[in-house]
């Protein structure tokens, strides 16, 4: 049976990259030629912004609770966070605790280069400077 309420979820996120990237992002793109570090900034910032949305469908909707265990991030310190991939969505877990800890606008996902293309979310994943990887094993 289908699930509405994935369906919504769905919808919601994708025409939100569409016109997030859009709308949000791409009236930002020529601070990028004149002062690169302001333009991540705001990039950060707003990318951030929009990714409470998923993080407050998934706890709303779906009733996701997130419980966090090891090593507690530290303020100021670089961490690097390799997932074992539980899920094919086990990144977008990930914002529910990086909300709690204010660390949205820092989060870069590393991601096969395929996805950099999708309309919507690759326009909004390579706005957000997240990392493609073209990978042949």
Known sequence: MVSWKGIYFILTL????????IFMLGPFLPLMFVNP?????????????????????????FGVKVIITGDAFVPGERSVIIMNHRTRMDWMFLWNCLMRYSYLRLEKICL?????????????????AYIFIHRKW
């Open 14 to 21: 994708f025409w939100g990259s569409f016109f997030g990237s």
């Open 37 to 61: 570090s302001w333009y991540r900034w705001i990039n950060n910032r707003l990318v951030a912004t929009w990714l409470t949305l998923p993080v407050a469908l998934l706890e709303t909707m």
């Open 112 to 128: 096969k280069a395929s996805l950099k293309g999708v309309p919507g979310f690759g326009w909004a994943m390579q706005a957000a």
